[in-house]
């Protein structure tokens, strides 16, 4: 079993749409979470970022962490074209160089005009 | 501009044929990793360097080298590619604080045949 499970999609909805993207895991240790966007072509970069448990708003997207079920997800609101993009949430025990990251397998979004 | 650039961003060859893709960083981060990305898979950690002349196996090491002789610099050595090492390579870099955040090159797409 890996240790972070994420849907692989591909996940096709309209625009305006709301989206949630989902993953699992299975180490407890794990304290930071994050979300990354990788547009085609391109490097990964940083969403979002949650510690521990609970919620956190940045403009369209919210992450939520639920710690108790392992479970964290991404909503997107009011989706646009510019979304489509394939997402990977993150996880790590600590912020140190010396605390490795685990990444999901990723799930690939397009967002229909 | 802060960025992680890799060269060569596509390269085809044959097994055997040593080959070196570069990677270096303009933020003065301390930490640097490879990663290779595979459908299915996500992102695998190669080797990860917390500092100059200090560097670590990742998850899957087999088959390649890398060395550490500047902050700025890390390459990544096949000595004997093999066509299970054609991928997506990235390379990444960060401070170890703050977030944590790994900033990525956009990618180097190797083939080997």
């Known amino acids: 079993q890996k240790e972070v499970e994420q849907d692989p999609g591909p996940l096709s909805v309209p625009e305006g749409a709301i989206v949630s993207l989902n993953c699992t895991y299975s180490n407890s240790a794990f304290q930071y979470f994050m979300w990354y966007r990788q547009y085609s072509r391109k490097g990964p970069e940083l969403l979002m970022y949650t510690y521990s448990s609970g919620n956190k708003e940045d403009g369209r997207f919210t992450a939520q962490v639920d710690k108790s079920s392992k479970y964290i997800s991404l909503f997107i609101r009011d989706s646009q074209p510019s979304d489509s993009a394939t997402y990977l949430c993150?996880?790590?025990?600590?912020?140190?160089?010396?605390?490795?990251?685990?990444f999901g397998s990723g799930t690939r979004l397009s967002i229909r005009p | 501009e802060a960025q992680v650039t890799q060269n060569p961003r596509y390269l085809i060859t044959v097994t055997g044929k040593k080959l070196t893709v570069t990677c270096s960083q303009n933020m003065n981060h301390e930490y640097m990793s490879w990663y290779r990305q595979d459908p299915g898979l996500g992102l695998r950690q190669i080797y990860y360097s917390m500092n100059v002349e200090v560097t670590d196996k990742g998850d899957v090491p087999e088959g390649y080298k890398v060395s550490r002789k500047e902050k700025r610099n890390f390459p990544l050595i096949l000595e004997s590619p093999s066509p299970n090492q054609t991928s997506l390579y990235f390379c990444a870099s960060s401070s170890g604080r703050d977030t944590g955040e790994l900033f990525f090159g956009e990618g180097s797409r190797l083939t080997v045949l």
């Open positions: 993150a996880m790590t025990g600590g912020i140190s160089s010396a605390s490795k990251i685990i």
